[in-house]
């Protein structure tokens, strides 16, 4: 069963950055979409960005011009470039691959932005 691994979460000051990055344990084929979703206490988890199999990207409303989806696909890796962070983007945050047959989860990465 191929897990995916995120790593790249902490605590950080209001107005800092982290990087994000997720890797699966094994080979997937077929991807058709890579997205990070992030889960706050008490709230729905929401998908902040996505990337597909052409690059194309996408971002929630509330991270556009902050965050960065990118893939290196010689190490099969997406990372989430979180910048000018705010308290409200405390939570938990994690990975999902998405193919045409099934989707993986990661188990999530605590990212908390506090002074």
């Known amino acids: 069963q191929v897990q995916l691994v995120e790593s790249g979460g902490g605590l950080v000051q209001p107005g800092g950055s982290l990087r994000l990055s997720c890797a699966p344990s094994g080979s997937i084929s077929s991807i058709y979409i890579i997205g990070w979703y992030r889960q706050a206490p008490g709230k729905q988890r929401e998908l902040v960005a996505s990337i597909d199999s052409g690059g194309f990207t996408n971002y929630a409303d509330p991270v556009k011009g902050r965050f960065t989806i990118s893939r290196d696909n010689t190490k099969n890796t997406v990372y989430l470039q979180m910048n000018s962070l705010k308290p409200e983007d405390t939570a938990v945050y994690l990975c999902?691959?998405?193919?045409?047959?099934?989707?993986?989860w990661g188990q999530g990465t605590q990212v908390t932005v506090s002074s």
């Open positions: 999902k691959v998405a193919t045409a047959r099934t989707a993986y």
